[in-house]
């Protein structure tokens, strides 16, 4: 497979900026994704199909637990493309109700010597409106597909509500779950509707409009109590899980001499925190929903690590960045044989085993 080597690609890409580098690499997504001989000889190398990896959620397969993250495919234009990665699972989005640019560029950066990226893109994406078309065009999906949402940067605090009803209405039919998105550091006020009247009401008004589980996606910036509180409220309000972590604004992981203050950032330097906080959600949570971690998960021991915390299912984006669709194949074949040698037979009897009295 050395004709896909990324690190041989990633050598060409990180000479461009990276929105520059994303569009190019997303144009081979697609193109890939059009020619079905290409595409089955990519996913044949990189897709790990193991029975001690299957698991079943909301009636659809997970025939693994790597899944990727939402932000990289905004306006669900590498749906099919995914798979072909090696990817259980994929999040688009995060759509808003309308069309909309984002902030300023430049507005993505990589920290290098960091294997972590920081990024300030503000929810662009196409608006509801087109991902609806985009959808209307899977005729057929063996794998399942979260949406990811949030509110229009120039919705007022007080009207977001309305945003996110708009979204529920427009997606109720489509998917496999939505992900409401309140966590994202770069639409101004966004964080601050992590609070329990926000979350109460947004879940009451989901319930009254869809049947699809409703997750909530938390910010690794807040105190572990204060996470756990507000993810016990958004359980009791009929949230179907959790997902943690977002990007994190705590400037002081980094050094590099790029050094910004503004943007979230993913990647190597968040691992530790999202682990951490994670670890604090697992404790209070596992058993009572279904928890999903994400945040510089790089290598089957780290994914390992949040599973036995308590995740179900984990995602990936930066890292990709810096090591290709072969780290999904790494962490796939090394969950199994994790997993065998703590005498496990299938991934469910690792999950929360941190937590279990009867741990193996």
Known sequence: MSFFSYQTLKKILFNFDPETAHAIASLGLRTVAHCPTLMRMVKDHYFVDDTMLHQEFFGRTFRNPVGLGAGFDKNGQYITAMPTLGFGFTEIGTVTPKPQPGNPKPRLFRLTDDDSLQNAMGFN????????????????????VGINIGKNKVTPEEEALGDYETLFRAFKDYGDYIVINISSPNTPGLRDLQNENFIKAIFDMAKEITSQPVFLKIAPDMEAEDAITLCKVAVDAGAAGIIATNTTIDYSLTDSPLKRTFGGISGALLTEKSYQL??????????KTMLISVGGIDSAEEAYRRIKAGASLVQVYSMLVYRGPELIKEINEGLIKLLKQDGYSHISEAIGADWRTNEK
């Open 125 to 144: 994406n196409k608006g509801s409106h087109y991902m609806i078309q985009r959808l209307k065009k899977l005729y057929f999906l063996d794998y399942p």
């Open 278 to 287: 994670f670890r604090a959600l697992g404790k209070e949570l596992y058993g």
